[in-house]
């Protein structure tokens, strides 16, 4: 049941090897892929993944880096996109105040539509947030007031009061390699408080190799080295944890199982 819920497979660093790298996952026991995608010009490789991988699933989205170049993305492309059978989620959007590559309102506008396609489409919103909780914590509940949407945040590193604050608004709540970080002593911490069936982990391939492949590119098979030391944290088994963050992936992202 492991699943790397993020990955780019389509990126610089895995796509030229994309065969080889899903082997070696899959070697690793890894039985499902979320293949990410940051702008509209990526979706039809992206989906075409989908297509020829039969455990990997699409999503469609734009990026806060690529909001400026999207600004006039209407809700209705979006849409549009999420209608291919091996479309799962909408995103990765959200905000990014710590590059600031785009301008904060056109982010803050981009997100709220893929927030409204969500809504719309029943499909889960994948997040990124940096160094913009007050502001992402502030639309979420905005846009929850206006009609509740499936959502998690991606690659959590986030202070536990916001991570607080989002699960009690119903998110979920995904863990990348970072957590094995040593420097990661606080995101450690709340790593334990993520209620069971809230908790998913990914890699964020071809970024953010965890520990013990620091340096190296990373590549989905290395979400087994995140979630065996997440199930220790938590005083769990690595082989517990993976039916359990299988089954929180498979009931927040419903159209795969079709």
């Excluded at 849409?79 to 959200?94: F, L, N």
């Excluded at 997040?127 to 690659?155: N, Q, S, V, W, Y």
């Excluded at 492949?213 to 995140?226: I, L, M, N, Q, S």
């Amino acid at each position: 049941m492991l699943i790397d819920s993020h990955c780019h497979l389509n990126y610089k660093g895995l796509v030229e090897h994309q065969g080889e790298i899903l082997t070696r996952a899959r070697e690793r026991g890894v039985r499902g892929f979320l293949n990410i995608s940051t702008r509209q010009s990526e979706w039809d490789a992206v989906i075409a993944t989908a297509h020829r991988e039969p455990d990997v699933w699409a999503s469609v989205g734009i990026h806060p880096h690529e909001a400026d170049s999207h600004a006039d993305l209407g809700a209705g492309v979006l849409s549009a996109a999420t209608h291919d059978a091996r479309v799962i989620a909408i995103g990765e959007t959200g905000l990014d105040y710590f590059y600031d590559h785009s301008d904060r309102q056109v982010q803050q506008a981009l997100f709220r539509t893929h927030i409204g396609v969500a809504r719309e489409t029943g499909l889960p919103l994948v997040i990124h947030t940096r160094d913009a909780e007050d502001d992402t914590l502030r639309i979420l509940a905005d846009e929850m007031g206006k009609g509740a949407f499936p959502a998690l945040i991606h690659c959590f590193t986030a202070t536990a009061n916001f991570g607080r604050a989002v699960l009690d608004l119903g998110l979920t709540i995904s863990l990348s390699g970072i957590v094995t970080f040593k420097n990661a002593k606080d995101l450690q911490a709340f790593a334990v408080e993520i209620p069971e069936d809230r908790l998913l982990v990914e890699t964020d391939a071809p970024f953010l190799a965890p520990i013990p492949h620091r340096g190296k590119t990373c590549e989905p098979a290395f979400v087994a080295d995140t979630l065996a030391f997440v199930a220790g944290l938590r005083g769990t088994s690595a082989e517990a944890l993976s039916e359990t963050t299988g089954a929180n992936f498979r009931a927040l992202f419903g159209k795969a199982a079709l």
